[in-house]
């Protein structure tokens, strides 16, 4: 009785981890292939706050965005 409570609790521990891992990962691709902001919504942002962005720093922007996900 023990014995399968037990191995009911493990197989619930083993799903969830692999259920977060597999999620992560498709998430991860998904957020490669669709990214949340590009460079004409940073140029658009910079704009509205009143100065013309160069592409330079447009590129620097996404570059630091890119490092972080």
């Given at each position: 009785m023990?014995?399968?409570i037990l191995l009911v609790v493990i197989g619930l521990i083993i799903g969830l981890i692999i259920g977060f891992?597999?999620?992560r990962t498709m998430?991860?691709?998904y957020m490669k292939?669709?990214?949340p902001i590009?460079?004409?919504m940073i140029e658009?942002?910079?704009s509205s706050?009143?100065?013309k962005p160069s592409q330079?720093?447009?590129r620097q922007v996404m570059n630091q965005m890119n490092r972080y996900m």
């Amino acid at each position: 009785m023990w014995g399968d409570i037990l191995l009911v609790v493990i197989g619930l521990i083993i799903g969830l981890i692999i259920g977060f891992i597999v999620a992560r990962t498709m998430m991860k691709k998904y957020m490669k292939k669709n990214p949340p902001i590009n460079e004409k919504m940073i140029e658009a942002m910079m704009s509205s706050m009143g100065r013309k962005p160069s592409q330079k720093q447009v590129r620097q922007v996404m570059n630091q965005m890119n490092r972080y996900m």
